[in-house]
């Protein structure tokens, strides 16, 4: 008898003993973004203030922190047309630097992003980084 119930009673202690602990990583969508045709000003803006300003800005710049000044969209615009090992896709660079793929310095250096705001600056960026 304890052969047959000492299986079952083990499955039962493993199965309350599971428990979900994480919690996925979601961006917070800033008002107005449509983040299937996410617009400059709506919706990257926001994710750059909040992950990148702070080393990549004007003020960062003139403190010697960067020479990247993301804030400035013509620059910005600019470091777009960088390619990575090779691939000619536009925006290849600075969507490899923020996906952390590997071989190249990883953006924001606190972690990765959330994946809901890579994508939303890779749709904008396949749109062609639009000023919209």
């Not at 009673?9 to 994480?22: E, G, K, M, Q, W």
């Not at 909040?50 to 403190?63: F, P, Q, V």
């Not at 047309?81 to 290849?92: A, E, I, P, R």
């Not at 071989?103 to 904008?124: A, E």
Request: with cysteine.
């Amino acid at each position: 008898m304890l052969k047959k119930v000492l299986p079952f009673v083990f499955t039962l202690l493993l199965i309350a003993s599971c428990r979900y602990d994480h919690v996925p990583d979601i961006a917070a969508v800033p008002p107005g973004c449509d983040t299937l045709h996410p617009s400059y000003h709506n919706c990257v803006v926001p994710i750059l203030k909040a992950n990148c300003y702070s080393c990549h800005s004007d003020s960062a710049s003139n403190h010697g922190q960067s020479t990247f000044d993301m804030e400035d969209f013509t620059l910005f615009k600019n470091e777009l047309n960088l390619s990575y090992q090779g691939d000619t896709t536009y925006g290849s660079k600075f969507m490899a630097i923020i996906g952390q793929r590997p071989l190249i310095i990883h953006m924001p250096p606190t972690g990765k992003l959330p994946q809901q705001d890579i994508n939303t600056i890779q749709r904008w960026v396949t749109a062609r980084a639009p000023e919209n």
